[in-house]
């Protein structure tokens, strides 16, 4: 599966966004609506890269492999999950120090074109093989 890499930066921006509202508000809903659209990009399809895809009807110049953008959703709703524990148990510090890591992460996806989580995956990627390689030597 190959995705658009202008949807990816789009959704990056929207969850930006999104999660420096968390932070400006201390609230949790939008956070917890964030966390609902990780599930959904992790799982199946961003609803920021469909909204994407519904208005900008031209073809990107080129795709990239879905599976780390993929795997970067899972990573961006391990941290809210965190925020989201942190602001239900009244731990203001994992909230916030959760919910700025994975802004963080949106905000150099966004910005930059730099996807922190799909770097993760590809250097997990690399070391596995390595891995398997050594326990069946």
């Known amino acids: 599966m190959r995705a658009d890499p202008r949807a990816l930066r789009f959704g990056a921006a929207i969850t930006t ?5 968390v932070l400006v508000t201390e609230s949790a809903w939008p956070l917890a609506a964030q966390a609902v659209v990780f599930a959904l990009g992790a799982a199946w ?5 469909m909204l994407f895809k519904a208005f900008v009807k ?3 110049k080129e795709t990239e492999d879905a599976r780390p953008p993929r ?3 899972g990573v961006g709703l ?3 999950v965190a925020g989201l524990t942190g602001y239900l148990a009244g731990i ?6 959760a919910t700025a890591a994975a802004l963080l992460a949106a905000f ?8 922190l989580g799909c770097e993760m995956y590809l ?7 390595a891995a398997k390689m050594e326990v069946s030597q």
């Open 17 to 21: 966004l999104v999660l420096a509202s």
């Open 108 to 115: 150099l996806n966004a910005a930059f074109g730099f996807c």
């Open 78 to 80: 391990v941290f809210a």
């Open 123 to 129: 250097l997990i990627r690399r070391l596995l093989p």
């Open 92 to 97: 203001a510090p994992l909230a916030l120090v």
């Open 58 to 60: 031209s073809a990107p």
């Open 71 to 73: 795997f970067a959703q």
């Open 45 to 49: 399809a961003s609803p920021y890269a």
